[in-house]
């Protein structure tokens, strides 16, 4: 798959869904209009107050974005311009369902999803102990972390957080010390991960 920007993602299919294998990096809607990014806490804040789309690289570092993407608030992810590519979308609430339930449901289908390895053991992104990560469903999950709706980030190689399209702000979660897979709500200005999947 490739963005408007040019990205060029692979993609991995699971139980007749077809997932991109890296969280998304691109920073132009689909009609090649500029999504906000660079705000400040404020104006993170006011972004969601406002009801607009908006990206941030974790901690305002650019390194991070190559590797673990772009955390993108949940108004960008349901813009009418889109986010991802046509023929594609963040997936919706029963999709990350099925995913979860063909993985072997709650309980083991984030280690199936996680990418393997340690940043301790120098062999990848997440902290110790990445329990129960064997990456067998090729999805290759990577902790990008979050960014709340105050501004301030957190969980970097501690947890991946994955919007869905629901207008609820629905999303997933994926834990290093567990092998869970969190469904859960949230304010719809926070940062989080993107995944695409082929409609």
């Not at 991995?12 to 705000?39: M, R």
């Not at 063909?102 to 990418?115: D, I, M, P, T, W």
Request: aromatic share 12%; net charge negative.
């Amino acid at each position: 798959m490739t963005d408007v920007d040019g990205n060029v993602y692979n993609v991995i299919d699971i139980n007749y869904q077809c997932w991109t294998q890296e969280n998304l990096k691109v920073e132009h809607y689909v009609n090649g209009d500029p999504i906000p990014t660079g705000l400040v806490d404020s104006a993170w804040l006011n972004a969601a107050i406002a009801s607009t789309g908006a990206f941030s690289v974790f901690n305002n570092m650019p390194g991070n974005k190559a590797i673990l993407g772009l955390l993108y608030n949940h108004f960008a992810v349901k813009d009418s311009r889109g986010l991802c590519p046509a023929g594609w979308s963040a997936g919706m609430d029963p999709e990350w369902s099925d995913l979860r339930d063909y993985l072997g449901g709650f309980n083991e289908a984030g280690g199936r999803l996680k990418a393997t390895g340690t940043l301790s053991a120098g062999t990848g992104y997440w902290q110790d102990p990445n329990f129960g990560a064997t990456n067998t469903s090729g999805f290759t999950a990577l902790p990008g972390g979050y960014r709340a709706p105050n501004g301030s980030y957190s969980l970097k190689g501690y947890s991946a957080l994955f919007w869905s399209t629901n207008e609820t702000g629905r999303y997933r979660e994926l834990f290093s010390d567990s092998k869970d897979m969190r469904r859960d709500f949230t304010a719809r200005g926070a940062g989080m991960s993107v995944r695409c999947l082929k409609d």
